[in-house]
């Protein structure tokens, strides 16, 4: 008997094909995904018409900015530690509830203060929410394809940020910047009563549990194995132990990939945040500062999912690395196009295909790397210590902006960051990845 952590869902073995279950729970927590992109990019495009009607400098939006990314470190952490105590399901609910309670109330702040505050706790459920979502969609998705769908499910984030720039182009000059928050408030609200209904438990989760019965109805219900694998006693010793990320061989692996996604997620909120304002202000107008934005998260999911076919076929360090090595020379050439509206979204759309594509299938790697007991764990740790580079980005912008440094000089010194997350991503496949699999 295989044990639940190797337990592969109908379509890993024989036959590709998945099931509706599946191919409904993926859909759905890319719905999810999708609101955190949405939300990330409804502040960023909000923050100039919020800065002109408070009569407030752009660069105090860093601490706005970092507010949200802080909860969202929070969010990751305490959600990731109880998905895998008490189950992907539950804190996925919760946290959806709460951001989208909270996103409601935004429209009504009335200074920066009750904005970051009002971020901190959106964030927390935005962050606590992806744990659950990545976690289920790896343990339902086929060994041999686990790269290619999470990375696929987690494209929903840049699409969700596409939205949120089309939805800021057509709707703010008509409705003002609340409307954003409203749609990012309502749509998660009537989405809840479906993933309550549709998200199955994690079939892994319930095996570790010693939940066979449970289980096994999902099972039933995929069209799945009648007589599956029970987890050895005592498998579940180390569920939600963040100390358990540092044990068992897991302690490089999680340095590791703690920095890269530090690094990376620096990069790419420094990105989403700044370049509205970065090229607004370089003169190329506000057009084309937020078609720059919806350029880059469209090649984001163009990227990722070449990244992960290749990462599925070849193994992910490989061609993750590569993406963020050639990414950071196109982010470098951002700050050389001002001038040329069609060479910016040029450049937007290579540099999300490249470094922010290579930054989602980071995610799936950490999905991967971890087993059942402690996936959600370690997927919440590394989307915590992510977020700190996240809130490092978006301060570190509005201090470089604030003492005048030029845009050409902050794309360089993003597309240097792409270029140390290139770095881990090879340090992953050379020094953790290639030793276990020679093992």
Known sequence: MRSADNFDSPGA???????????????????????????TQAIALSAPQIAGTWLVEPAMFGGVFASG???????????????????????????ILLFSLVSLVTPYTHTLTELTIVRFITGIGLGGALPGVIAVTSEYSPAHRRATIVSLMFCGFPLGAVAGGLAAAIL????????LFYIGGIVPLLLLPAIAFFVPESVRFLALRGRHEEAGKILRRMNGLEDWDREAPGAAADAGSIGALFRGGRALGTAILSVTFLLSLM???????????????AGVGMKNAVLGVAALNLGAIFG???IGRLADRQGPALPIGCAYAAGGAAIAMIGQS???GALLLTLCFVAGALSIGAQMCVVALGAIFYDTAVRATGV??????????????????GVLIARGVPASSLFVIAGGISLLAALGAFAMGWFVLRPAAAR
């Open 13 to 39: 073995s024989g036959s590709s094909r998945l099931s509706g279950l599946q191919i409904t729970t993926f859909l759905l927590c890319a719905f999810v995904a999708m609101i955190d992109g949405f939300d």
């Open 69 to 95: 990314l802080l909860g969202a470190l929070v969010g990751a952490l305490v959600f990731g530690v109880a998905a895998d105590r008490l189950g992907r399901k539950p804190g996925l609910l919760v946290a």
């Open 172 to 179: 703010i000059p008509t409705h003002g910047w609340p409307i």
């Open 267 to 281: 990069l790419a909120y420094f990105l989403v945040n700044w370049l509205p304002l970065l090229a607004q202000q």
């Open 304 to 306: 990722c999912l070449i």
């Open 338 to 340: 001002a001038e040329s």
């Open 380 to 397: 919440g740790w590394l989307l915590g210590t992510g977020r700190i580079g996240a809130i490092i980005g978006p301060i570190l912008g």
